[in-house]
């Protein structure tokens, strides 16, 4: 009974397999260092902003005022965009603010760039100036862009905010 030794030349099918695994998850960590903040920053201002308009709807329909008056401490439950601000009436003029859609070191736009909405008690939108009425069953469309990237959010007629139209 003979043996003959037979020396391997080749890899096996599981040394292949750990070694694909492996390049693919330092690939994976590499690429993710390449991204910077500028590649996310308009989906992260989009949330921001969907979050943004959710509270101040809410607010408004928790008030039970049945008529707002915006020249009092109650632009709280407006909702404004002007320039490169979108929040509520107070937050786009305070120098200390929080209700307002900020993402470190990034400058948005806002089309339309000059919009004020009012919600009524149920929540429903109702544009003041810079933008269709959604009486008819429109949307009420912000695009928001940071030069390289643009993300989209609507406020349809019955007031869900959302993120695309």
Request: with cysteine.
């Amino acid at each position: 009974m003979q043996t003959s030794i037979r020396s391997h030349q080749g890899f096996t099918l599981t040394e292949l397999v750990v070694v694909i695994i492996l390049l693919g998850i330092v690939s994976t960590y590499a690429a993710s260092r390449y991204s910077g903040a500028s590649d996310f920053s308009a989906y992260a201002a989009q949330e921001q902003a969907i979050s943004i308009i959710r509270q101040i709807q809410l607010g408004r329909m928790q008030s039970n005022l049945p008529s707002l008056d915006y020249s009092g401490n109650q632009s709280q439950y407006r909702l404004q965009v002007s320039g490169n601000c979108l929040g509520t009436g107070d937050g786009c003029n305070a120098s200390n603010r929080s209700n307002y859609v900020l993402v470190e070191d990034q400058t948005f736009s806002f089309t339309p760039s000059s919009l004020i909405v009012e919600f009524d008690l149920l929540g429903r939108p109702t544009c003041v100036s810079g933008c269709t009425t959604p009486s008819a069953g429109g949307n009420i469309s912000i695009n928001i862009s940071n030069g390289l990237d643009s993300a989209t959010v609507c406020i349809n007629s019955e007031g869900f905010v959302h993120d695309s139209c």
